[in-house]
């Protein structure tokens, strides 16, 4: 029961329900030290530190489910949503070095999808259209549905490609 609603105050407004999310994850931990779900849990508390800034605590449950629980779905997860933060943190070379292995270690196809997008929209970025469009490839051959999920985002890449193309002629 604990689990559900710290995932349903989540999927509401993480933001918005962080001090309970929070409060219930600690609590959860506490109870359920080596229940199946945790690393789900530690996944949540690490998104929701991250979204307050509080950087230095998100980066414990980050740690904590990737390397206490590696090889699952959640730990790859847990790289990409770091990933994220060095990202935007000025870390590019950290991120993408998580975004890889999340890519390469996820035995779930949208987990895999996922680290893939990413990837391209960092390389694309960049600036680094031959990198961007070989993960974005990959994406279309094993998993076009991803792709297709978010029209309006699908478009804005595509532009973004174009452009690349016609500055490069």
Not at 16 to 28: H, M, P, S, T, V
Not at 47 to 61: E, W
Not at 123 to 142: C, H, S, T
Request: charged content about 30%.
């Amino acid at each position: 029961f604990l689990r559900y609603e710290i995932k349903s105050l989540a999927a509401m407004d993480m933001k918005e329900n962080a001090d309970r999310i929070i409060e219930l994850g600690k609590q959860f931990i506490r109870r359920y030290t080596s229940d199946e779900y945790l690393p789900e849990v530690l996944l949540i508390l690490a998104r929701v530190h991250s979204a307050l800034g509080f950087v230095s605590d998100a980066n414990y449950f980050f740690d904590r489910l990737i390397h206490e629980h590696s090889g699952t779905k959640y730990a790859n997860l847990g790289r990409i949503y770091l990933a994220d933060q060095l990202y935007m943190g000025s870390k590019i070379k950290d991120a993408i070095k998580l975004y890889l292995e999340a890519l390469y270690d996820a035995k779930d196809l949208e987990v895999a999808s996922l680290a893939a997008y990413k990837l391209s929209i960092r390389y694309l970025d960049q600036g680094k259209i031959d990198k961007a469009v070989f993960y974005l490839k990959k994406l279309w051959e094993k998993n076009p549905e991803f792709l297709l999920r978010d029209v309006e985002d699908a478009h804005q890449i595509a532009q973004h490609l174009l452009l690349c193309y016609l500055r490069h002629q």
